[in-house]
């Protein structure tokens, strides 16, 4: 621009700008944590999951029926 900005000029340039790109970029923020949720969630089974019916197979940690 040849002449000068002034504060209520770059306001209104900001209020245009988030509003016409904000929703845009909100989406892409929803869309990047829901991926990373997904991932987040498909890994759970590995982190949490025990194998049953360990007592027969000398696990270690099965205890001993009394």
């Known amino acids: 621009m040849d002449e000068p900005l002034g504060h209520l000029a770059a306001e209104a340039l900001l209020d245009f700008f988030v509003a016409d790109i904000g929703p845009a970029i909100y ?4 869309a ?3 991926a990373k949720l997904l ?3 498909q890994e759970l089974d ?3 999951h025990e194998e049953a019916f360990q007592y ?4 270690k940690r099965a ?3 009394k």
């Open 27 to 30: 989406n892409q923020a929803v």
């Open 32 to 34: 990047d944590v829901q």
């Open 39 to 41: 991932t987040r969630v």
């Open 46 to 48: 590995l982190e949490v």
């Open 56 to 59: 027969w197979r000398g696990d």
């Open 63 to 65: 205890k001993p029926r």
